[in-house]
């Protein structure tokens, strides 16, 4: 309890306010190279350095198995479990190429984390709205036919357990329309790094599991279902398999 007690007091007094701190600072660096940076290189840099000062702050350093399996030259949606706040500076911190997320409109209201989103072309989804999620869809299938891959949680949602939720189909849909490979990627440590509805950190060890491409090859949209319980049975495993082993 008195472990648990000081880990609060220390997030509270330091880590926290780090962590805003470090927020603001690259947000207004990467508000200015926004001026310029039109193909959104330096601002991904930047996000890059954030996403990696906030694992220091964290004390939490990140393994990454299966690197060989990702291919930075050919655009793929990489779909991940969704954990935490921290799962996004995660990925962002260790996936060594440039990328657009696909995240929830309301994280565009959010200031500097809101102001890089769309300075950045990231890609918004409002789930709420049946016409505006189809046009996000859109966007994403423009966005990987552009040369970029895309970083996207299909769950649409942090998980209140740590237990995989049901996916939605969009990240297979995107995918098969724009025909690239969808990459299976699991989180492990996240969750209880920083839980959802909690505000103190708990420091640990975390990984970052990248799974075999799945190809879209000969699919069509009515795959995507089939597509998407694929995508959800291999990262559960990959879950699974190295939670316990961690």
Known sequence: MKSKTGLQILTYLLLMPLIAASTV???????????????????????????????????????????????????AVYASNHLSYFDTPVLFAKLPFQFRIVAKQALWKIPFIGWYL?????????????????????????????????????????????????????????????????????LIGTYELLPIHTY???????????GEPIPTTGLTTRDANTLTDQLRTAIAAMYHQHQTSS
């Open 25 to 75: 600072f690259f947000g207004c660096i990467s508000l200015v190279c926004g001026l310029w940076d039109k193909s959104g290189r330096q601002q991904h840099a930047i996000a890059r350095t954030w996403a990696r000062s906030l694992l220091l702050i964290s004390l939490s350093p990140v393994t990454v198995i299966g690197l060989e399996r990702l291919r930075p030259d050919t655009p």
């Open 118 to 186: 769309n300075r950045s072309g990231q890609v918004s989804v409002d789930s709420k709205d049946n016409r505006s999620a189809i046009a996000s869809l859109g966007r994403g299938v423009a966005t990987l036919k552009s040369g970029l891959p895309l970083v996207l949680f299909p769950e649409g949602g942090r998980a209140a357990t740590g237990e995989l939720q049901a996916f939605l189909s969009g990240c297979a849909f995107m995918a098969i329309k724009a025909g690239v490979p969808l990459v299976p990627v699991a």
């Open 200 to 210: 103190h950190l708990t420091p640990r060890p975390l990984l970052i599991v990248i």
